[in-house]
């Protein structure tokens, strides 16, 4: 099988696997969303550190604890994509579903806007339309819904400077996430233990399945994160870019047809003009690619 090949496969598993998660957080009930969050963490460092160990890039985060500015930036992605994550299981648990497919939709138009503010990079004129539009789905979603889409705001932007800090600190996925969940395990297994004192845990209270199902939040997260870093070293990331639309497809499908959530015709307006908004910035991201490949061709030639 050729490699870009199996990078598209590897890919869109990924994409499939993220687009699936609300049906796994829904499995963990009746535990909370900060409850999850928390285990999530920890048995999310267990993997890793597995991981880092079997990969053996215990080097790579050697050297990333002796950068101070990289342990900046990645420590304070820690803190963003805890915002994310438990954001995300918040609202898929509270029946927001829908509202979550919402915020990773936008989020590719949310990390270019963030360019144009924090990188000051220019937008091109097609992008300025698509930015338009997605502005006016907005105020049409906050009239539909009687309040701004907060939970959707929330991860688009959370996910944008998540993606933003990471790129700036230029850091490999599985020494990053490993360092980002050692910073928030303190925290995390702190509360778990204050869960468990309190009588309030349902870790080990609603049967060993259940307690089962929390210790495997770390693979969860991992695996998708694999299989994206193997698929990222194998394909463009033009085509990376259009796999991105799989996960928050996956999850307004569920939304509307396993969890049965509403859908009044001035909310399908508001997705209807974010998936506009979407065609027009996708289109003109290709198109501007091979503007840029002739351009080189020529040179090149030249």
Known sequence: MPDSRRGLILGALAYVLWGTFPLYWRLLEPAGAVEILAHRIVWSLVTMVLVLVLWRRVGQLQALLRNRRRLLLISAAAVVITFNWGGYIWGVNNGRVVETSLG?????????LMGVLVLGERLRRLQWVAMGIALVAVVVLTADYGRPPWIALLLAFSFGTYGLLK????VGAVESIT????LLAPVAGAYVLWLVATGESTFGTEGVGHALLFTTTGIVTAVPLMLFGAAAIRVSMVSLGLLQYLAPTIQFALGIAVFHEDMPASRWIGFGLVWVALA????????????????VAHASAA
């Open 104 to 112: 990773y939709f936008i989020n590719p138009l949310v990390t270019v």
């Open 280 to 295: 027009l910035f996708t289109v003109e991201a290709l198109n501007h690619r091979r503007r840029q490949l002739r351009l």
């Open 167 to 170: 790129k700036q600190a230029g």
């Open 179 to 182: 360092f980002e969940t050692m």
